[in-house]
């Protein structure tokens, strides 16, 4: 039988999967479930007389998801069926029998007066936790939401501090409602950052537009480093050498739920701009945007939501940074439905001491890396919050602004002790 | 996207999946581990030379369901591919990109000590828990042992009371050791009941000598009752419906490790035959074995391996009888590699009072029903425990024998209290 070991080789079945174009999304086409304007009228005064099904903030994050088509197949909060292929195969099945990946449930919970409140309907309204009308749901289905089987089949665990399980799963209903999602205008979140909200449609739009050949996205988490930094120019370079003519990569962070430590996005996107403006990226060839999704903390099964979404957005090559998590690169290379995604796993970056900058590990001198400076890249939660614009400080000098004003300010370039000096 | 509701018709994707001859075993050909009897004296004087791994008693089941075959593609304990594949997509994948379905893994746990004794060593030797040589394991993979990941991902719970894990993983050690598996001779209990433990190839020949066209499988928990011979004798009209000419029933309880208080093998073995020589169930066609396998009480996922078995025995039909756990069925109905397997569902079967028999239950005429009557249709622990030989109380009259003759002894068939008199 076969042995899926995570390559070693840049990428997974290179040839026979590596597209000239851009990659299909599941189920073959996008959607846009936000109704059109000429209808919105008509809809809203349907939904308003609808019983009312009220939304978190949370939820609402997954209703602007699965309106964009990043969950594509799926255009619904899963009923039964599509939550259960979810759950148990990490998979849903298309109408050929052919498989999508779906690692995460995407679903809406209700309580219990909710339930009996529209229990035998075919339709319901979402209210916005503003009260605000969101969308309908057609052809409901409610089915019980158990919360421990959920837990412990998408995070391997039950154990407490789970983020997304205290925020969200362990004060949710019992019950979950499936059901076609129709928006009655797209979601903003009028925070200045709505711009950067690019739905797989724009995203596609733009990378035809650029008339881009190959596509790699990068989710990272924390300003842009120098190991980042690196890594990304990298990818453009062995890019090149297969073949393609104009890769282009989706810097593309997360932004939806996070627990509370991570650092600020809005603090993050300005980095990255700052980092194009510098050159440190090319402008030319790098989208920064951001990917809406809550974060669910969940290991290898977070990762492959991940990787599923930038399917549908148009990437067709997924950059893996540092393991995200126990198994997460091996998980991610082995799932059904990523067969046709391309993952350029991340190469350790370390500072090399004989040539004083950061370069890919080489285990032949070995002695000459510094892998203990690697945590110092890592902006500390402290200085995310302060800063008013943090950069990125490379070895050739460039983008030294802020950060380094900032980390002269407080001292901490003794001892290398600013985690950006790299 | 497609829904994938559990079908109402009695088979899963009937034409298009029914095959006219056998079904072939996962991974394309069936496996049998022990080595040929020419070479035995040899690889006993190899594997006494290697380090040995401790066989628990159940390990020594896994040894026996994997040397003959039950869980091809497997031909091993599995290592760490195969482990994840299993853990997170219930699915091991093949060379060519396809998929047959596992939902368990298969796994054998060493503790510190032993891993310290043979870590960098090629190939161990098996010791079963009489400290006899079993087998040797080759090519050998070690890695951690995560207990809580695997029980959560594969029970959905870390709730206590799970019989597998308290019997088995509990006190298991925290690595595990995959590795190429070579068995040095049939694994026999002696218990008087091996001549029903058949192999998957004896069982393939033995529906080939039949000249069976179809075979539908049936595991079931409990002494053959009314409901059950109303199941099976219909399954046969239904499959020679379809145009079957030669269905062969295989009637197959699990025998492993089970928890304590099921019915003990030796008194349902004794019951099966008596069906079968009374008459009950046809002896011609049908064909009562032994599955080897521990388990796992683990729902939804025991349930795809106990029809993913029966696939490499050579049954295309699997009767699956009340849902064995919440949803069993439906995830049997969607479960990725298991396609080519037609599932039969269960009919519901009461207690028709009009008709005074057992029937199927009729929804429009719902009254005439007792349902109430069914769990006594269980054998219950203390007769089980207590009967020399126990039988199948039919309607016809048929079948009176040593429970009728026991519960009239024990005065319990007044107010119908004795389980088998329906």
Redesign the interface.
Known sequence: ?????YSSSPTKGIGSTIKSSLIEPD?GSLVDLVVPENKRASKISEAELMPKVKLTKIDLEWVHVISEGWAR???EFM????Y??S?????????D?S?VNMSLPIVLAIDDETKEKIEGLSDVALLGPNEALVGILRSIEIYKH?K??RI??T?????PGLPYVEEVITSAGNWLIGGDLEVLQPVKYNDGLDRYRLSPQQLRKEFDHRQADAVSAFQLWNPVHNGHALLMNDTRRRLLEMGYKNPILLLHPLRGFTKADDVPLDVRMEQHSKVLEDGVLDPETTIVAIFPSPMHYAG??DVQWHAKARINAGANFYIVGRDPA??GK??LS???GL?KLNILPFRVAAYDTVERRMAFFDPSRAKDFSSSLEPRCRLTLEMARILPMVSCVLEDGKSWSSTIRFCKLRRLMKSRQCCLLR
């Open positions: 039988m076969s042995s899926l070991p189920g197949p799926l255009k009923r039964e069926d599509e259960l292929l759950l148990h195969f990490n998979c849903l099945r298309m109408k029998g498989l158990h421990e089987e412990a089949r995070w391997g665990t039950t154990a290898p099964t126990d198994h091996k998980v082995m799932a059904p067969e």
